[in-house]
């Protein structure tokens, strides 16, 4: 399946598109007219990949997934999908997936607290230590949701602890090790910090 990513070098879609090409599908990726120093080095990841170019390519895309309303109307597609975070009460939108906040490599952050939604949250900040979820089984699940036949209306992220109980077949719960989670990506951060800014 040939699918076609937009910001494909923010942090989120880079993770997207690797779930993507790690499930063996191949990806078209677009992005704005200037990068970041980080968004170059993540470039450098992707562009490596055999089944990744970049652009809109002549091809029967299985979907165009956009982030947060950057969606492109001139592409045509058999279905589009936007990914977003939740923000309160989100308006109701077709074709739709809502995060809650995330956190993994190459996120957005300095030594103390990541940057999510325009906020500087710490890492032990309450809400966040609640509701993070981390970004590769995410982006991991939403690939599959892509591939898959079913058609994607409105599907939400929650971590097992905070997961509303309901029948609602639209609500994904995952688990997570915050400390061990955390433990790792200080470590990236030490190591790769000037690629974060």
């Known amino acids: 399946m040939h699918f076609l990513v937009s910001q494909c070098y923010s942090w989120e879609g880079y993770h997207l598109v690797q779930a993507l090409l790690e499930d063996g599908h191949e990806v078209s990726g677009l992005h704005g007219p200037s990068l970041s120093d980080r968004e170059v080095h993540l470039s450098m990841y992707l562009g490596r990949h055999a089944m990744f170019s970049e652009g ?17 109307t001139d592409i045509v597609s058999h279905r589009h999908v936007d990914i977003s975070y939740e923000a309160g009460d989100a308006p109701k939108r077709g074709n739709q997936i809502l995060l809650p906040i995330l956190y993994g490599e190459w996120m957005p952050r300095d030594e103390h607290a990541l940057s999510w939604n325009g906020n500087q949250i710490p890492f032990e900040d309450a809400y966040f230590c609640r509701h993070a979820l981390p ?8 690939s599959k949701l892509l591939s898959g036949n079913r058609e994607i209306e409105k599907f939400q992220f929650y971590t097992k602890e905070v997961c ?3 029948e609602d077949r639209t609500v994904i719960a995952l688990a997570r090790n915050l400390t061990d989670d955390l433990a790792v990506l200080h470590r990236h951060y030490a ?3 000037r690629f974060y800014n």
Request: hydrophobic share 30%.
């Open 135 to 142: 970004i590769k089984p995410v982006m991991q699940t939403i």
């Open 56 to 72: 809109v390519q002549n091809r029967d895309y299985k979907a165009y997934i956009s982030f947060f309303g950057s969606a492109e």
């Open 164 to 166: 509303p109980e309901q």
């Open 191 to 193: 190591q790769y910090s």
